[in-house]
């Protein structure tokens, strides 16, 4: 069982891995378990396609960074100090692991109209998450339904594009402006500015 493991734990990695150098479109099994070092039979004892491979990767991704986000969230005390403090747990991961974090991103997948359609569901988890200001005021409550969607959709955006031209370095220097961008919207931009000033 061990064995099983660690051979899909080696093809996961290698998928992150190869996700962060080229587009679903031009990965294939070989890449894969070339760079895991298993033998092609053993791909396809774990997944039934390069599809089910990479859609596994981001599960094995995504549910811990969700459950890392609700955490703080949840630890935080209120809304806005839960907002700024589970950007900064984005970038921190960001940084620190950037090939699991660009699997992550839609952008990733953009040429794959339905594994594109399978990670957006986990895009609607966080703005699920995010939907939780609505709560704090009348105007926030009257928002655009689609306010969340767009506030997950541009931090996403602005992160891809700073992996995918390798400025992780600066990463962090975004918390600020990415905590103002997403709690103006529901607090108005005085009271955003301070609050992303405060928590930075």
Known sequence: MSDDRDERERLIAAVVAAMASRSFARLTVDDVVAAAGV????????????FDAVLAAHREVFEPFFDSITLVCEESGTWPLGVTTAIGTTLDFASDQPERAQ?????????????????????DRLAELLSNGRRLNERAAQLPALTEKALIGGISSIVYTHLVHGRTDRLGQLKRQLAEFTLLPYVGPELAARIALEQT
């Open 39 to 50: 033998p092609q039979e053993t791909f396809y004892e774990h997944f039934e396609d390069k």
């Open 103 to 123: 699997l992550l991103t839609v952008e990733t997948f953009s040429q794959n109209a339905d594994v594109a359609r399978e990670v957006l569901e986990s895009t």
